[in-house]
C-alpha cells in the first residue's frame, strides 16, 4: 500500500503561482507513473500532468506552458509547479501513482484545493 499527502493548495489571485507537492510513502522509484488531476464542482476529474519513472512528461493542452511537474527522488515527492493561474484552475488538485507489479496498482491522495480568485 502506498500513501500519498498533497500539500500547497490554497487562494491566489489570476496571474499568480502555487507549487503543489506530493509525497509518497514509497521510493518514488518504484512507481511507474505519477500523475496530477482536477476536478472542479460539477465536472469530471481531468488529468492534468503525468512523469513517468523515465522523467517522460506530458500536460493536458489547457494548462502548456503554465504547469510544470517533475519529481525529488531523494524526498520521494512529485510537485506541480503552477503559473499563470487562472481562474478555471480552481479544483481539488489530486495526486495519482501508478505501479505495475504483475497487475496495475492505483493509489490515490486526499486532494489540496487550488481556488484562483480576486
Known amino acids: 500500500q502506498v500513501q500519498l499527502v498533497e500539500s500547497g493548495g490554497g487562494l491566489v489571485q489570476p496571474g499568480g503561482s502555487l507549487r503543489l507537492s506530493c509525497a509518497a510513502s514509497?521510493?518514488?522509484?518504484?512507481?511507474?507513473?505519477m500523475r496530477w488531476y482536477r476536478q472542479a464542482p460539477g465536472k469530471e476529474r481531468e488529468l492534468v500532468a503525468a512523469?513517468?519513472?523515465?522523467?517522460?512528461?506530458n500536460y493536458a493542452d489547457s494548462v502548456k506552458g503554465r504547469f510544470t511537474i517533475s519529481t525529488n527522488d531523494a524526498e520521494n515527492t512529485v510537485y506541480l509547479q503552477m503559473n499563470s493561474l487562472k481562474p478555471e484552475d480552481t479544483a481539488v488538485y489530486y495526486c495519482?501513482?501508478?505501479?505495475?507489479?504483475?497487475?496495475?496498482?492505483?493509489?490515490w491522495g486526499q486532494g489540496t484545493q487550488v481556488t484562483v480568485s480576486s
Open positions: 514509497t521510493s518514488i522509484l518504484s512507481i511507474n507513473t
Open positions: 512523469i513517468t519513472s523515465g522523467g517522460i512528461t
Open positions: 495519482n501513482a501508478i505501479i505495475v507489479v504483475l497487475t496495475t496498482h492505483y493509489y
